[in-house]
């Protein structure tokens, strides 16, 4: 951001605050998420810290509103969305300079118990100018998560611009070394910038577990509670099952597993993966009356919706592999989809979601001499 149409935008910062106190909170009625917890769903996250930019460059307009009053909106609807739980919440904001304040990041609210009403009066006190040092805020992030106890979700509200010439990448960096697995970042971009975008992408890349958003995929009510959703809440693990016993003598039932793996994403049956499905497609050679269900399985990056369509692609991925190589009767092979709602490891970490991205199947049938 230029310093001189910093100053310029100083100067008119009380006429433009007037006209912004005219400018109502977008039309939204929250999802109610209440329900989820405790019946298949529980919480995920025990801190949660907002960083919202108001510096200079959101009074630009987007779509014929200023950014900074889409931004504040997107955290007032995301406030309104998070249900009754156990909750520690901060707002950090970041570039005003209003009142003689050269502050330019400041804690606004908490970090204490989420409460509803005072987060959404603290956010819509929230004025606007200055320069966008997003690294600062994130630099200030480590102090104000010191004495969390939990995991935490950072989420990011910002345009991405004008970072004041400082990378906001390496602190993004620290707070992950710092807080390890406990911590997951996420960005909502407003505007369309695609250096924005992109800024905002690399942030949520350094946290490694988190994600980048825009306020587009977050201005509908189910949009954002499908937000709130990935943030805050996984699925209630199923109990493993103890590991089935082979006994591979006459008349006895025969049980084998077989596990794939699939890279991040994807539904490709890979290289490495086909010396298992070969013993398996051998044994069902061996034993024309069995039948299989192949059930594909994710890890929970990505909505449940879209995860549960990957996961059946991985299944009917296997399929056509046994099906097209060995020639196996398709009527044997079964295809389901379970998403992320059947971890085996914990998709805190890479090694743990790999373990997830799986396809799994097992057969039981009475053995050949």
């Not at 510096?55 to 007032?76: F, H, P, T």
Request: charged share 25%; glycine share 8%; net charge neutral.
């Amino acid at each position: 951001m230029n310093i001189w149409k910093s100053l310029w935008i100083f100067v008119l910062a009380g006429f433009l605050a007037g006209c912004a106190k005219q400018a109502a909170e977008l039309p939204f009625t929250a999802s109610d998420l209440s329900g989820k917890l405790g019946h298949g769903y529980r919480q995920k996250v025990d801190n949660a810290l907002i960083i919202l930019d108001a510096s200079s460059s959101m009074y630009d307009l987007e779509a014929g509103q200023q950014k900074y009053i889409r931004a504040k909106n997107v955290v007032l609807h995301m406030n309104g969305t998070l249900p009754p739980m156990k909750l520690m919440a901060g707002l950090r904001v970041f570039g005003p300079t209003g009142e003689g304040n050269s502050e330019d990041s400041r804690l606004v609210y908490g970090i204490s118990q989420h409460n509803t009403a005072d987060l959404a009066a603290a956010i819509k006190a929230v004025t606007v100018g200055g320069l966008t040092p997003l690294a600062k805020p994130l630099y200030q992030s480590a102090d104000d998560l010191q004495n969390s106890k939990g995991n935490i979700a950072v989420i990011i509200v910002s345009d991405g611009l004008g970072t004041d010439g400082k990378s906001p990448v390496p602190p993004a960096e620290n707070l992950k070394k710092a807080f390890g697995d406990k911590i997951c970042i996420y960005t909502i971009l407003i505007g369309s910038s695609a250096e924005g975008k992109k800024v905002l992408e690399e942030i949520a890349a350094a946290g490694q577990c988190g994600f980048a958003t825009t306020e587009r995929n977050l201005a509908t009510s189910e949009g954002m509670a499908d937000f709130v959703e990935q943030v805050f809440f996984e699925k209630e693990p199923v109990a493993a099952k103890p590991a089935p016993i082979q006994v591979p003598e006459k008349d006895k039932t025969v049980t084998i597993n077989l596990k794939v793996l699939f890279d991040f994403d994807k539904d490709e049956v890979l290289p490495r993966e086909q010396d298992e499905l070969d013993e398996f497609a051998a044994y069902m050679k061996e034993n024309p009356q069995t039948t299989a269900v192949l059930e594909g399985h994710t890890d929970n990056f990505g909505s449940e919706a879209y995860n549960e369509r990957l996961s059946l692609r991985r299944a009917k991925s296997v399929k056509k592999y046994l099906v097209k190589k060995f020639n196996i009767d398709s009527t044997r092979l079964i295809t389901k989809g379970y998403g992320f709602s059947r971890p085996i490891a914990s998709n805190k970490t890479e090694q743990g979601r790999q373990e997830n991205r799986r396809v799994v199947a097992v057969i039981s049938a009475n053995a050949k001499k």
